[in-house]
């Protein structure tokens, strides 16, 4: 029954989490193709933050660039 509780717990704590998200890409995706558990939902937030930093940093870098 406690994992079932925690299931439960989780899919909560999913929900509130992709509900509270600005729509964008991430958001759609989310929607989707939805996580089947907390990890999964953190990897894939997680790579998506670091794949819009990456975007970040190659536009700040092409705009030294043309400074140049």
Known sequence: ESLQVQDKDEKIVMAVFINDL?????YY???????????????????AAKAEEA???KIEFERDLEDR
């Not at 600005?22 to 991430?26: F, G, M």
């Not at 193709?33 to 907390?38: E, G, V």
Request: charged share 35%.
């Open 22 to 26: 600005r729509i964008n890409e991430l």
């Open 55 to 57: 975007a970040r940093l």
């Open 29 to 47: 995706k989310l929607v989707k193709k939805s996580p089947r558990t907390l990890e999964e939902l953190l990897n894939r937030v997680y790579a």
